[in-house]
């Protein structure tokens, strides 16, 4: 059984350029959401995707856009970078209605 | 405006005693509790979870208490290893929030356990 794994691990981007970032759920999960970690906070909630479609958004504007795709693998999409979105991006995926994520180990962005 | 609060940012505790990780929230409507452990340059590790209709739940070494009349929980670590030794996230779920597994986390909190 595989975990969730993330791409890329790291990425360096200039401000006001486009990103995306790959995720690849966990065997047999069907849902994933999205957390941006900025240095010394906890995660924050993005969204979710469930069976392709956005399940709950967090407190995020909508430059922050993602995609699931048929095998429940997952994009994470944010334009106009800013320097603030500079962060650990983590995926984590879920089997529906069981509330324990098991998360990747996460895109490190630096927005300069 | 933090829903869950790990007041704590550090905790350093000998080998082989007890590791207490304390968790505030502010949120009624919370009712699932987790705890994650991680290392530099992984992704979190779900450790222990509580569901609101529980006020204990173990897990070998690890055990986490729930008083929902305080809007606390706490983890509990015994005997700490030096293996243990990571960033210690708090994190809740409330049902009908939107979204199943809209987890909430607290800031964090660093155990250092000594030899």
């Known amino acids: 059984e595989t975990g969730v794994t993330q791409s890329p691990t790291h990425l360096i981007k200039t401000r006001g350029q486009q990103v995306t970032l790959r995720c690849s759920s966990q065997s047999g999960h069907n849902t994933v959401s999205w957390y941006q970690q900025a240095l010394g906070q906890g995660p924050q909630f993005i969204f979710q995707y469930y069976r392709e479609e956005e399940n709950g958004r967090g407190n995020f504007p909508p430059r922050f856009s993602g995609l699931q795709f048929p095998n429940y693998s997952s994009e994470l999409n944010v334009n106009a970078l800013e320097l603030d979105d500079s962060a650990l991006y983590l995926c984590a995926s879920s089997l529906e209605e069981n509330t324990e994520a098991f998360f990747g180990q996460g895109t490190r962005l630096t927005v300069v | 405006d933090q829903q869950v609060k790990q007041n704590s940012p550090s905790l350093s505790v000998q080998e082989g005693r007890i590791s207490i990780l304390n968790c505030d929230y502010t949120?009624?409507?919370?009712?699932?509790f987790l705890w994650y452990k991680k290392y530099p340059a992984e992704g979190p590790t779900f450790l222990i979870s509580?569901?609101?209709?529980?006020d204990k739940n173990e897990d070998g070494r690890f055990t986490v208490f729930l008083n929902k009349s305080a809007k606390h929980l706490s983890l509990h670590i015994v005997p700490s290893q030096p293996g243990d030794s990571a960033v210690y996230f708090c994190?809740?779920?409330?049902?009908?929030?939107?979204?199943?597994?809209?987890?909430?986390f607290g800031t964090g909190t660093l155990l250092a356990v000594q030899p």
């Open positions: 994190a809740a779920s409330a049902v009908g929030s939107g979204a199943t597994n809209k987890l909430i």
């Open positions: 949120n009624s409507m919370f009712d699932y």
């Open positions: 509580i569901s609101s209709i529980k």
